[in-house]
């Protein structure tokens, strides 16, 4: 079956502090993979998506960048957070449908 | 730019009642709508979806409309249960293969 994980579930980080967010998919190859932010109490915006490996699109200018290394890893990364990069982080993949990963909580403090 | 907007609302039902959330887009072009439900510190959980040349979908307890000619879309929730309590996102597929998300209505089932 296919599955997706996305890891880890909470991460506290200092202002400054660097930040890798890792998704990985099972069960599927060649899947178009996303990234999504969610503020609190608010709707999903979507940061990256990829549609193979070392292919990243942009779509909001940001402090954070992505990457695929593998056909089914997708790592959200920054340098140095910003107190604006709190919020909760949704991997998501598509085949035929979208399916999204449990999310990450980060708050930088 | 284009967009699918819900006006963020909290919706309050009381259980056994059926529940309607609406969703406004403007993207015309778009071909794909998804329902998804997300409960509290969780990852969005598809509902349903409808293509452009539908405009009726049902699933159990759940139907989506589509009016193309202003551009809406609802969900409707027959029999609204507790564990129906989340919020709720519409979201439309663009040509690019992209989803964009409304903003979501918050869902209160009362006992």
Same mark, same amino acid.
């Given at each position: 079956s296919q599955t997706i994980h996305q890891w880890p579930a909470t991460l506290v980080q200092p202002v400054g502090s660097p930040l890798s967010l890792e998704c990985t998919v099972e069960g599927t190859s060649n899947p178009n993979l996303y990234w999504y932010r969610q503020a609190a109490g608010r709707g999903l915006q979507l940061l990256f998506y990829s549609v193979g490996i070392g292919q990243i699109s942009s779509e909001v200018p940001q402090n954070l960048s992505a990457s695929r290394p593998q056909d089914r890893q997708f790592i959200l990364s920054s340098k140095k957070l910003l107190l604006s990069d709190s919020g909760f982080y949704l991997c998501a993949w598509r085949l035929k449908k979208y399916t999204f990963g449990s999310g990450t909580r980060l708050t930088v403090v | 730019g284009e967009s699918v907007g819900l006006h963020l609302p909290t919706l309050s039902v009381q259980e056994g009642d059926n529940s309607i959330i609406n969703c406004a887009y403007s993207n015309s072009a778009s071909d794909y709508f998804i329902w998804y439900?997300?409960?509290?510190? @969780?990852?969005?959980?598809?509902?349903?979806?409808?293509?452009? /040349?539908?405009? @009726?979908?049902?699933?159990?307890?759940?139907?989506?409309?589509? /009016?193309?000619t202003v551009k809406h879309l609802s969900l409707q929730i027959a029999a609204t249960q507790p564990g129906d309590s989340a919020v709720y996102f519409c979201a439309e597929n663009n040509a690019g293969n992209m989803l964009t998300f409304g903003g979501g209505t918050r869902l209160m089932v009362k006992p």
């Open positions: - | 439900k997300q409960e509290s510190g @969780k990852g969005p959980q598809f509902i349903i979806d409808i293509r452009s /040349n539908m405009d @009726k979908r049902q699933g159990q307890r759940v139907t989506v409309l589509l /009016n193309k």
